[in-house]
């Protein structure tokens, strides 16, 4: 068995040719589309955060109205770059959002990705501390969110308040018990996904990582998890974390999906994320459902994951994107063992 999601980028586009026009489409659709998710039987509907772009931004107004429609699906993001965030008024967003969907809050965070814009994060009034840099301060961000995720009291109340206190340092509300455990880190490289295990976060792996030695994506992104796993245990934790990655993978039953993915590229790809970081661009996977069960059961990095996050392309419209699904999980999942 293996826990199926969906990821998606919230694109959108003015284009006649997009199902996504503006900001309100995507939004929407992507609360339709978790919707329909649910009733096919997906466990989980994650969101990509991008600032300064035509893409899905601020998560938690959608992640509240997600859970506020839907019942068992587990409400997620892939991930929320915290760069930009301010920690202490993130977590009240994330108690409120995790309260609303009754704890299925699944939360990805990460240092983020290559931007839009030129140090972005700078004119959300945020920048490193001397000597560090952004990725430090990402995770520093990350460090605060998550020690004040453990609802303990850290403030000093006012000795005249508005309203009465209870005894003691105040903490932040609302406080969404269990939230902690589950919280994501999105890892590029083996030693964020070491420096996430100590720290007692789950693991997301996504479609590409650091090149670190030169071998196919996804055997590079299969020893990242043990990495990350034998970190975990080292670290003495008491709970089995959770581990995710996410792949493009369409099972073509029809013309139309051959239409769209029929000429799909089928090996890995090498880039830089920036000026010093090469980086490897894991593949997609189309083809009839046959075929695509046997690739897919030689992918050493699925096997490792106990959770598989499928890309949608989300400009397609909410119906073609639950027919991707469907398709997966009618056809494809039962032939892995995944259902």
């Known amino acids: 068995m293996k826990n199926i999601g969906f990821l998606s980028f919230g694109h959108w586009s003015p284009s006649p040719q997009s199902g996504t026009r503006s900001a309100q489409d995507t939004l ?11 009733e096919l039987g997906v466990d989980g509907a994650y969101f990509r ?31 929320i770059d915290m760069r930009y965030e301010n920690p202490l008024y993130m977590a009240e967003d994330a108690g409120s959002a995790d309260l609303i969907s009754r704890g299925r809050l699944q939360l990805g965070i990460s240092r983020g990705s290559p931007e839009q814009v030129i140090e972005g994060w700078r004119y959300f009034g945020y920048q490193p501390e001397e000597g560090q840099s952004d990725a430090d301060m990402g ?42 455990n589950r919280i994501w880190w999105g890892a590029g490289s083996n030693a964020t996904a070491i420096w996430a295990a100590k720290l007692g976060m789950n693991l997301q792996s996504s479609t590409l990582k650091d ?20 970190a ?24 139309m999906d051959r239409a769209y993915f029929g000429q799909n590229k089928d090996q890995d790809s090498i880039g830089y994320i920036d000026e010093n970081t090469r980086a490897i661009f894991g593949r997609s996977y189309a ?22 996050l499928l890309t949608v392309p989300n400009q397609l419209g909410v119906d073609y994107n639950a ?17």
């Not at 003691?168 to 902690?180: C, K, T, Y």
């Not at 090149?211 to 034998?230: L, S, V």
């Not at 975990?232 to 013309?255: C, L, Q």
């Not at 027919?323 to 259902?339: D, E, F, K, M, N």
Request: net charge negative.
């Open 28 to 38: 929407l659709q992507s609360i339709d589309l978790a919707v329909a998710a649910e």
């Open 49 to 79: 955060v991008h600032h300064f772009a035509r893409q899905l931004a601020s998560p938690f107004p959608l992640l509240a109205a997600v859970g506020a429609r839907t019942s068992t699906i587990e409400i997620d993001t892939g991930v």
């Open 139 to 180: 995770r520093r961000h990350a460090e605060v969110f998550l020690d004040v995720l453990k609802g303990e009291g850290f403030a000093k109340p006012n000795p005249r308040p508005m309203f009465a206190n209870p005894p003691g340092l105040l903490r932040l509300e609302p406080h969404s018990e269990g939230l902690r």
């Open 211 to 230: 090149d670190e030695t030169g071998e196919p994506f996804h055997i590079q992104q299969a020893k990242q998890i043990r990495a990350y796993r034998e």
């Open 232 to 255: 975990w245990r080292e670290a003495g934790h008491t709970r089995t974390p959770r581990v995710s990655v996410s792949r493009s993978i369409f099972a073509i039953v029809n013309d």
């Open 287 to 308: 083809a009839e459902p046959d075929k695509l069960i046997e690739e897919l059961k030689r992918d050493e990095a699925i096997a490792e994951a106990d959770t598989l």
């Open 323 to 339: 027919h991707v699904l469907q398709s997966i999980l009618t056809h494809v999942a039962p032939g892995l063992g995944w259902r």
